[in-house]
């Protein structure tokens, strides 16, 4: 079945410094794909939408030049959390349409920064 | 706007019994979708189950079911014969049908432990 890939499944950087995430879809295209973000106990909420080729669009409250996403190719998408600070630390998850339905999700990526 | 509530945070279940975890929702579309998740500890996304708002049909997964209410936008799921994997979070999610890219939106969830 359709699956979609996150790397780094945990990363630990300094604040300060800048952390990408990689979400690949590794059987089918995903012109779009999603970006969440799930503070503990909470639930997920989305971050942006990344469409292959164009600019991602953000949602309200979500600072774009702190969280940049780029999709270069119908199977890769990006967020990169720039210029990192602890209150960045959470859980980013992606997903990734094929076709109407169903969204597949990445396993997510535990950032914790010190 | 759409919104998504879950109404219970926590519940527990007997093994073996049945447990049902109530959702509601407000949209002012016709056509959506709507959907069960399930994160267990490890905070994998796993589909539960999906309804299409089109259809009058219950669905149905095995052991997962739901009562689907379009008047009332109550979507609860039923889960049958509990089994101690199915101690999770569970969120329940609205997506619009058509006219957009298709993000879910989320309720807060409801924790749900299985009892030996």
């Known amino acids: 079945g359709a699956v979609v890939s996150q790397h780094p499944s945990w990363v630990i950087c300094k604040s300060g410094t800048s952390v990408k995430i990689e979400c690949r879809s590794l059987?089918?295209?995903?012109?779009?794909m999603f970006w969440y973000r799930q503070f503990p106990k909470q639930s997920l909420m989305l971050m942006a939408t990344s469409n292959e080729g164009s600019k991602a669009t953000y949602e309200q409250g979500v600072e774009k030049d702190k969280f940049l996403i780029n999709h270069a190719s119908l199977t890769l998408s990006t967020l990169t959390v720039t210029s990192a600070h602890p209150e960045d630390s959470s859980f980013y998850i992606c997903?990734?349409?094929?076709?109407?339905?169903?969204?597949?999700f990445g396993n997510g990526t535990r950032l914790t920064v010190t | 706007a759409q919104t998504v509530t879950q109404s219970q945070p926590e519940m527990s279940v007997q093994e073996a019994e049945t447990v049902t975890l109530s959702c509601t929702y407000d949209t002012s579309e016709n056509n959506y979708y709507l959907f069960w998740y399930k994160q267990p500890p490890s905070r994998q996304m796993i589909l539960v189950i999906r309804?299409?708002?089109?259809?009058?049909q219950n669905a149905t997964e095995n052991r997962f079911s739901v009562n689907f209410q379009k008047a009332a936008k109550s979507f609860s799921l039923k889960i049958s014969d509990s089994q101690l994997g199915d101690t999770a979070m569970y969120f329940c999610?609205?997506?619009?049908?058509?006219?957009?890219?298709?993000?879910?939106?989320f309720g807060k969830g409801t924790k749900l432990s299985v009892k030996p």
């Open positions: 999610a609205f997506m619009n049908y058509g006219g957009s890219q298709g993000n879910l939106i």
């Open positions: 997903s990734a349409r094929e076709r109407v339905t169903p969204l597949h």
């Open positions: 059987d089918f295209q995903a012109t779009t």
């Open positions: 309804q299409e708002a089109y259809k009058q």
